[in-house]
């Protein structure tokens, strides 16, 4: 079984809630453009100055995914 890749997208300042949620929703839109097998996305809020955006990528599409998107930083997938 392939490994799972969390991508993430850091934003802080008073609309990082905001603007993470939005960035998700493009997130959900490159996956249907792109027919990529995996559709996991999401934001999480911190506190009221930062939030993130992510989705989660086999580690085969990883490389492709990233060069296209330009994540912040990366994580094992583990669920």
């Known amino acids: 079984m ?3 890749i969390k ?3 850091d934003f802080r300042g008073p609309t990082a809630a905001k603007t993470a949620e939005h960035h998700a929703s493009h997130l959900k839109e490159f996956i249907a453009i792109e027919n990529l097998p995996l559709n996991i996305t999401g ?36 669920k």
Do not use: C, Q, T
């Open 7 to 9: 991508l993430i997208w």
């Open 43 to 78: 934001h999480l809020v911190y506190n009221e100055r930062e939030a993130m955006a992510f989705m989660v990528v086999f580690d085969e599409n990883m490389i492709a995914v990233r060069d296209a998107l330009k994540p912040h930083r990366g994580e094992v997938y583990e």
């Open 2 to 4: 392939s490994k799972k």
